[in-house]
């Protein structure tokens, strides 16, 4: 069968031939038919993310949508290692498969998956969120932080602030639910300022998808806001760095809960669960989120892109070999 495989650390993956795998008892086989390509994919292939397992070659990619033998339309997540979900057929524990609900679309349905769930299990995973809160979401122009904007109305926040660096993207994104703005840029003492006043409004959770310098700020401001409220600060990507500097006065001083959400601190069923519920949600909620479909085959061409938005969704035949 074809796949898209990564033949050593730091290769692009290659579009090559696999020996088709075999379920096994507790196991079930897909015929893939939509695969998306994300950061975190790119990621564990090139063996940097922390969930990455280090061994080589592998097959790319951690979800996708296809077809069980019996012909239903399912959702996967994590294939039996070395495969990838970029591949014509896979096998995954049957537990971490979801049904797909009629009004998606295949493409849809695995471009919205791991974005989607990414704030759907922190919020509700991590953060204990609750109807009528305020969400912060840091790194809103992002594929999913627009989707974190959409999921946190369709929960029922009662206000949403988006931060990001894209001065027009961010002013779109008011049309997806976000009630406040916030520009991320080089002047610290100016958006350290912005976000101080935010806090002091009241901000119940914040989703970081940026982490680096913005987070730092963020966790300054939240002392500065001479607020005792709690804050429960959820980190969940690393877009803007790995690292931050942090003082622990601040921690002791202030009111904030800080967690991490995804693989590790949340079991998979769970997130397999979020990723079901994101799928039904986003039938009822009409979630945005623009794809662009191109073949499996053409998986060398475009690996080194960096562009995420509209989001590359990987089709793949389901064709017998």
Known sequence: MKAAIVPQAGRAPVYGDLIEPAPVAGESRIAVTAVALSPVVKARASGTHYSSSGGFP?????????????????????????????AEKVVVPSSHCTIVPDGLDDITAAAIA????????????????????????????????????????????????????QAATLQSIKALGADETILINENRDAMEKAFKEQFS?????????????????????????????????????????????????????????????????????????????????????????????????????????DAYMPRIVFTVSTQRR
């Open 58 to 86: 592998i097959g790319v990619g951690i979800d996708g949508v296809g077809r069980l033998d019996d012909g239903s339309r399912v959702h996967f997540f994590l294939p039996r290692a070395p495969y990838g979900s970029m």
């Open 201 to 305: 409004g009241g901000v119940d959770v914040v989703l970081d998808y940026l982490w680096g310098q913005s987070a730092e700020s963020l966790l300054i401001a939240e002392s500065r806001a001479g607020t005792d409220k709690p804050i429960r600060f959820i980190q969940i990507g690393t877009a803007s760095g790995t690292n931050i500097t942090l003082s622990g006065a601040i921690l002791r001083s202030t009111a904030i809960e800080l967690k991490g959400s995804g693989l590790g601190s949340v079991p998979v069923n769970r997130i397999v669960s979020g990723i079901e519920e994101v799928l039904h949600a986003a039938v009822a909620g009409r979630f945005q989120m623009a794809t662009k479909p191109i073949p499996l085959s053409e998986v060398e061409r475009v690996w080194s892109s």
């Open 114 to 165: 791991i974005p989607g769930m990414s704030s759907w299990v922190a919020l509700k995973e991590r953060a204990n969120f609750t109807v009528g809160e305020t969400v912060l979401v840091n790194g809103a122009t992002g594929t999913s932080g627009r989707l974190a904007v959409q999921v946190a109305k369709y929960l029922g926040a009662k206000k949403v602030i988006a931060t990001g660096r």
